[in-house]
């Protein structure tokens, strides 16, 4: 069975990393697109990790993973080589309720990163269910010039109209019009 796509909503959930080699920083770049509230913990960090560390002003712990550093937090990412430390932090993960990623070894994870476009609010994540991230990757690239430079002034526009009209029926239609007339008037202005 493959994974469920679902975007979470990362606000007020504290992210853990355990990693601090290139694997980490990569999960990092992609978590401080949506998040700030990131803590890590690696016996050594890359130099590149401390650099963005100190950027971003990251809480961090030079030192080995202990049973019970996940307590707190709703989401932990395993971004090291030693598989089994990836299965008992993912085992212990069952007992405090918080989503798991370890990096490379699906059977310890609850979820897994996607590759995505991300602009201002157009998210487009795609996956391969692990099959291939390579071709994820690649389809990636072909999204990313495919989606029209005014997108994100049109998706302020849709976002004020939805705050300000009311709800029901004639706001969805209109709204559903509105959208469907930029995708033509896109596509139309590509041929």
């Not at 959930?13 to 920083?25: F, P």
């Not at 509230?37 to 080995?64: G, P, T, V, W």
Request: aromatic content about 10%; glycine content about 4%.
């Amino acid at each position: 069975m493959g994974y469920f796509p679902a975007f979470i909503k990362l606000d007020n959930k504290k992210v853990l990393i355990v990693g601090g080699g290139c694997i980490a920083y990569e999960k990092l770049n992609h978590l401080l697109d949506f998040t700030k509230d990131i803590c890590l913990i690696a016996s050594d960090f890359s130099d590149k990790m401390m650099h963005r560390i100190e950027i971003e002003n990251l809480q961090y712990e030079k030192r080995i993973y202990v049973k019970g550093d996940i307590v707190s937090y709703a989401v932990v990412v395993v971004a090291v080589d030693d598989i089994s430390l990836q299965a008992e932090i993912f085992n212990e993960s069952r007992l405090y309720s918080c989503l798991c990623n370890a990096v490379d070894s699906v059977e310890y994870c609850d979820f897994i990163f996607p590759s995505y476009v991300k602009k201002d609010d157009l998210i487009i994540a795609i996956s391969t269910s692990g099959a291939s991230p390579a071709m994820a990757k690649h389809l990636k690239k072909y999204l990313q010039n495919l989606i029209p430079e005014g997108i994100s002034g049109f998706l302020q526009e849709m976002k004020e109209l939805r705050r300000t009209l009311p709800k029901g029926n004639e706001r969805m239609k209109m709204l559903d019009k509105k959208a469907e007339n930029y995708i033509k008037n896109w596509r139309n202005n590509e041929s």
